[in-house]
């Protein structure tokens, strides 16, 4: 399996406070994403990064914001938590290794946002 | 911009009986193709993948798929379910050549019935 973590793995929070999640790889993979889990909506890309410092939206990012100040970590935080925000996160990394693109997911988050 | 349509959110089968698991997609060019498992309370492994080469391919736990470009397709199939193959499944593309994003299905439970 590959290296990733993702903490905290349960978080129950009010509205209106900042949360931070966190991704931790060990595989030096250049590129990480972010993806939310909702039941009948698959999953949607949130914020990807491809290098330190290096991010981008994706496509549900309204709410959120994210950083990467080193290879092995990519935070995601709520500035002002809303219940819409109750979700399952995942992390994922990809390496891009041998053009073929696939990425490998953490165990996830489940947030609840009260 | 690619997209996934998975037919049926839900789908029963007998144990033994033959897993068809349905995936459509859409894209300008040629696709990279992967389908998802997903466990109860756990994260996405890669099941199989298509990038180039032989249309037919073969994943863990004995599941294969197809992509047949013609039809725009790349369902997953298994001969034989197993009670351990109850679980949800993602179909997702992307593109390759500096594309690195994923387009997820919406998913499909697979529920296998004694």
């Known amino acids: 399996d590959a290296g990733i973590t993702q903490s905290p793995r349960h978080k129950v929070t009010e509205t209106g406070t900042p949360v931070t999640l966190r991704c931790h790889q060990t595989e030096n993979h250049r590129y990480m994403y972010w993806y939310r889990q909702d039941p009948g909506h698959g999953l949607r890309l949130i914020h990807y990064?491809?290098?330190?410092?290096?991010?981008d939206k994706g496509e549900v990012s309204d709410g959120y914001s994210v950083s990467r100040s080193k290879t092995e970590d990519f935070l995601l935080t709520l500035e002002s938590a809303t219940s819409s925000q109750t979700s399952v996160y995942f992390c994922?990394?990809?390496?891009?290794?041998?053009?073929?693109?696939?990425?490998?997911f953490g165990p996830g988050t489940r947030l609840t946002v009260t | 911009a690619q997209s996934v349509t998975q037919l049926g959110s839900h789908v029963s089968v007998s144990e033994g009986a033959l897993v068809l698991l349905r995936c459509n997609y859409s894209s300008s060019v040629p696709p990279y193709l992967f389908w998802y498992v997903q466990y109860p309370n756990q994260g996405l492994q890669l099941l199989l993948k298509?990038?180039?080469?032989?249309?037919l391919v073969k994943g863990i736990n004995g599941f294969e798929a197809e992509f047949k470009k013609s039809e725009t397709s790349f369902h997953l199939t298994k001969p034989s379910a197993h009670m351990s193959d109850a679980a949800e499944y993602f179909c997702a593309v992307t593109h390759g050549a500096g594309s690195y994003q994923l387009t997820f299905g919406k998913g499909t439970k697979l529920s296998v019935i004694p």
């Open positions: 298509y990038t180039t080469g032989a249309t």
């Open positions: 990064s491809y290098g330190v410092k290096d991010t």
């Open positions: 994922a990394i990809s390496g891009i290794e041998g053009g073929s693109y696939e990425q490998y």
